[in-house]
């Protein structure tokens, strides 16, 4: 498949836009890929290799902003990388799962967008037992669903009161990281090295969306207020909620 200037530069909008709130831009880079005629095959890893670029910059920029809750980001690695790992070498029909999350991220984008009476209120961590079980049911999500799991994570925590937004960015960005890296591990495990996209196809890609998502990052770690964060979060969502009902191809 042809890589168009055209792709590059929607590949490179995906990435501003979900690296400003913590995010890689994986069912971004899935709906784009989709619609511009890749194959089913292909879009998988080619979006999961992105995630990985785009959430390392992600995680060093919000890190590097003093956002970063390491305590809230291990328990959830703890279960969500195996989980990850075992979901990315399952190949399962996902429509029907892939319907009702689509509905969850509609209904979580409507709750951002809605007047909050406070954006920094102080934080409510549950405890390790809790972040872990939630991590190992997103850990798994992310790998069948070929994203980092951070389109499910970021909402909960902001909705729940786990984290204001730029921590729960923070901590998202990570998370998304290892996630990203298990499912690409588990697709290899699962169907060998060919499986990886190539060079010539993916190096334009990784060019565009590390440029513009660094730039994303930067701006949301340090230059966007929290409504912003929070307003950008419920576009993101829009975003994803389409791919996963099937309105964006």
């Given at each position: 498949?042809?890589?168009?200037?055209?792709?590059?530069?929607?590949?490179?909008?995906?990435?501003?836009?979900?690296?400003?709130?913590?995010?890689?831009?994986?069912?971004?880079y899935?709906?784009?890929?989709?619609?511009?005629?890749?194959?089913?095959?292909?879009?998988?890893?080619?979006?999961l290799?992105?995630n990985?670029?785009?959430?390392?910059?992600?995680?060093?920029?919000?890190?590097?902003?003093?956002?970063?809750?390491r305590?809230?980001?291990?328990?959830?690695?703890?279960?969500?990388?195996?989980?990850?790992?075992?979901?990315?070498?399952v190949?399962?029909?996902?429509?029907?799962?892939?319907?009702?999350?689509?509905?969850?991220?509609?209904?979580?984008?409507?709750?951002?967008?809605?007047?909050?009476?406070?954006?920094?209120?102080?934080?409510?961590?549950p405890g390790?037992?809790?972040?872990?079980?939630?991590?190992?049911?997103?850990?798994?999500?992310?790998?069948?669903?070929?994203?980092?799991?951070?389109?499910?994570?970021?909402?909960?925590?902001?909705?729940?009161?786990?984290?204001?937004?730029?921590?729960?960015?923070?901590?998202?960005?990570?998370?998304?990281?290892?996630?990203?890296?298990?499912?690409?591990?588990?697709?290899?495990m699962?169907?060998?090295?060919?499986?990886?996209?190539?060079?010539?196809?993916?190096?334009?890609?990784?060019l565009?969306v590390m440029?513009a998502?660094?730039?994303?990052?930067?701006?949301g770690?340090?230059?966007f207020?929290?409504?912003?964060?929070?307003?950008?979060?419920?576009?993101?969502?829009?975003?994803?909620?389409g791919?996963?009902?099937?309105?964006?191809g």
């Amino acid at each position: 498949m042809e890589t168009s200037a055209l792709l590059l530069l929607a590949l490179a909008g995906v990435a501003f836009l979900y690296a400003s709130v913590g995010h890689a831009g994986a069912s971004g880079y899935i709906a784009v890929l989709a619609l511009s005629g890749f194959a089913a095959a292909e879009i998988r890893p080619l979006a999961l290799v992105l995630n990985v670029l785009v959430s390392s910059l992600a995680t060093w920029n919000f890190a590097a902003a003093g956002h970063f809750r390491r305590e809230v980001f291990l328990p959830l690695a703890l279960f969500s990388v195996p989980a990850a790992l075992v979901g990315g070498m399952v190949s399962l029909p996902t429509q029907p799962l892939q319907r009702l999350l689509g509905l969850v991220l509609l209904f979580s984008a409507w709750r951002l967008s809605q007047p909050s009476p406070s954006l920094e209120l102080p934080p409510a961590v549950p405890g390790p037992i809790t972040i872990s079980l939630t991590g190992g049911l997103l850990g798994g999500l992310a790998g069948i669903t070929g994203t980092g799991g951070g389109i499910f994570l970021t909402p909960l925590m902001i909705l729940r009161g786990w984290l204001v937004p730029r921590q729960a960015a923070a901590v998202s960005s990570a998370f998304i990281l290892v996630n990203s890296l298990a499912g690409l591990a588990g697709l290899v495990m699962a169907k060998g090295s060919a499986a990886l996209p190539a060079a010539g196809v993916v190096g334009p890609m990784a060019l565009a969306v590390m440029v513009a998502g660094g730039l994303g990052a930067h701006c949301g770690s340090r230059r966007f207020p929290s409504l912003w964060i929070r307003r950008l979060l419920a576009v993101v969502l829009l975003v994803a909620s389409g791919k996963l009902l099937g309105w964006l191809g």
